[in-house]
C-alpha cells in the first residue's frame, strides 16, 4: 500500500495543488468524506465547502466553490470553480460579501429566482470565513 497520494487541485485557471500528501478531507454533495492511501477508485461531487490536505504533519485548508473529486490509483484530482488557501482569504471582503448576501435573503421571497444566487453567496462567504478563521488560528 502506498503511503502517500498525489493531490492535484484545479481551477479554470490555473493548477492550485501539485503535491504528494497523507490524506485529504472534503466536502461531497453528501457530507464530508476522508481519502487516505490506498483508497477505492470514486468520483463524486463537491459542494461548496472545506477541504483540507495533510501532508508530513501540516495541515492545510482551502474554501472550495462546487466541483469534482475524483481518486483512483492513489492519484487524486480535484476539479473546482475556485480554491481559496486559508491564509489567502481577505477576511473582510468576505465579511462584506456575507453582509450583502443575507441583506440581499432578507428581501427576496424564497420563490424569486434570484434568492438561490443569493444563497450560494451566502454559503461562500461563510465558508471563505471560517476558513480563514483556520489561519488566524494557527
Same mark, same amino acid.
Given at each position: 500500500?502506498?503511503?502517500?497520494?498525489?493531490?492535484?487541485?484545479?481551477?479554470?485557471?490555473?493548477?492550485?495543488?501539485?503535491?504528494?500528501?497523507?490524506?485529504?478531507?472534503?466536502?461531497?454533495?453528501?457530507?464530508?468524506?476522508?481519502?487516505?492511501?490506498?483508497?477505492?477508485?470514486?468520483?463524486?461531487?463537491?459542494?461548496?465547502?472545506?477541504?483540507?490536505?495533510?501532508?508530513?504533519?501540516?495541515?492545510?485548508?482551502?474554501?472550495?466553490?462546487?466541483?469534482?473529486?475524483?481518486?483512483?490509483? *492513489? @492519484?487524486?484530482?480535484?476539479?473546482? $470553480?475556485? #480554491?481559496?488557501?486559508?491564509?489567502? +482569504?481577505? =477576511?473582510?471582503? !468576505?465579511?462584506? %460579501?456575507?453582509?450583502?448576501?443575507?441583506?440581499?435573503?432578507?428581501?427576496?421571497?424564497?420563490? *424569486? @429566482?434570484?434568492?438561490?444566487?443569493? $444563497?450560494? #453567496?451566502?454559503?461562500?462567504?461563510? +465558508?471563505? =470565513?471560517?476558513? !480563514?478563521?483556520? %489561519?488566524?488560528?494557527?
Amino acid at each position: 500500500m502506498a503511503e502517500k497520494m498525489k493531490l492535484e487541485i484545479v481551477t479554470p485557471y490555473s493548477k492550485v495543488v501539485d503535491m504528494e500528501v497523507d490524506e485529504v478531507t472534503a466536502t461531497g454533495k453528501l457530507g464530508e468524506f476522508g481519502v487516505l492511501p490506498g483508497h477505492a477508485p470514486f468520483l463524486t461531487s463537491l459542494r461548496i465547502g472545506e477541504l483540507s490536505y495533510k501532508n508530513n504533519g501540516a495541515s492545510t485548508s482551502m474554501a472550495l466553490n462546487w466541483g469534482y473529486f475524483e481518486i483512483k490509483d *492513489d @492519484k487524486i484530482v480535484v476539479l473546482v $470553480e475556485t #480554491a481559496e488557501r486559508s491564509d489567502e +482569504i481577505d =477576511v473582510e471582503r !468576505a465579511k462584506a %460579501a456575507l453582509g450583502r448576501a443575507e441583506d440581499k435573503l432578507k428581501q427576496l421571497p424564497p420563490e *424569486d @429566482k434570484q434568492f438561490r444566487v443569493y $444563497e450560494a #453567496a451566502l454559503e461562500r462567504a461563510l +465558508i471563505r =470565513v471560517q476558513v !480563514a478563521g483556520k %489561519a488566524a488560528r494557527k
